[in-house]
């Protein structure tokens, strides 16, 4: 089958327990849960997504015939060391289109697959590492994985809904970094670094804001300087980070780019 790609490009994930990691990002065009038209966003199921997955205008974006050109194609902006190779499927929504020919294609170039969904559609045997964001009450496809991170507040998603669910990291992200959020939910527990943890909701969704790489978020913290009502902002959205480091990913944030 052909793939409908919006970008391709090397940077940091800058969300959930990979924070601070090296990776190629694939995103595909379309979505399940918006068209992407503004139009259209009232009526959508999900309703504040602000990234553009409209197309295959990005760059590298386009319409690649086979699995092997797309995972090629993905192979050549990887830069770090080849028994590091990790790239992250994401979109829209990857796994509308991701099947088993491009996890083989991907893994035959040695890399490591990570995906993030929106859980409403079924996964290809084969991923190394899935990241389920759940969206107001689309029903989950994907009940089990490795990261569950619930973009918080969403009326019809509380977090307790998805407590029970099989997954090794739980997280909360801010809807809107330049929102009161982190004012609302993190001022009663500040850590001893000055920095702040989100109040735990429950026992197993622990809100762990703190990236597991402290020198990413000084540097982005430093970086793009946000602040709400003194309270910082601790994780930047992984477009805005993605954006800053575009032109030298692998220098600008000088370690841990890679996993120990
Ligand atoms: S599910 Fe994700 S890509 Fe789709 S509209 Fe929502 S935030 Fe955007």
Redesign the pocket.
């Known amino acids: 089958m052909s793939y409908a790609v919006k970008e391709i490009f090397l940077t940091l994930q800058g969300e959930g327990a990979h924070a601070g990691r090296a990776a190629v990002f694939c995103r595909f065009a379309g979505?399940?849960?918006?068209t992407?038209r503004e139009q259209d966003r009232l009526e959508?199921v999900?309703k504040?997504?602000d990234?553009d997955?409209v197309g295959m205008d990005g760059t590298l974006g386009g319409r690649y015939a086979n699995a092997e050109d797309l995972a090629s194609a993905i192979a050549a902006q990887w830069e770090g060391p080849p028994e590091h190779c990790y790239t992250v499927l994401t979109?829209?929504?990857p796994l509308l289109q991701v099947d088993p020919a491009l996890v083989d294609a991907l893994h035959a170039r040695g890399f490591t697959i990570a995906v993030e969904t929106?859980g409403t559609v079924a996964a290809p045997p084969g991923l190394d590492w899935i990241c389920v964001?759940p969206?107001a009450d689309a029903p989950l496809k994907i009940s089990r994985g490795s990261e569950l991170k619930l973009v918080y507040p969403q009326a019809k998603a509380r977090p307790e809904r998805f407590a029970g669910l099989d997954f090794q990291h739980f997280f909360l992200q801010p809807i809107n970094i330049c929102t009161n959020f982190s004012g609302n939910c993190c001022q009663s527990n500040p850590n001893q670094n000055g920095t702040r943890n989100m109040v735990s909701l429950n026992s197993r969704l622990s809100c762990l804001t703190l990236l597991n790489s402290r020198q990413l978020l000084e540097f982005s913290v430093k970086l793009l300087n946000l602040t709400t009502q003194g309270t910082h902002i601790l994780r930047p959205s992984c477009r805005i980070l993605s954006q800053v480091v575009r032109h030298d990913p692998i220098r600008a944030a000088g370690r841990n780019l890679y996993p120990e």
């Open positions: 979505c399940n849960l918006w992407g959508a999900c504040f997504c990234t997955f979109g829209g929504e929106n964001s969206k």
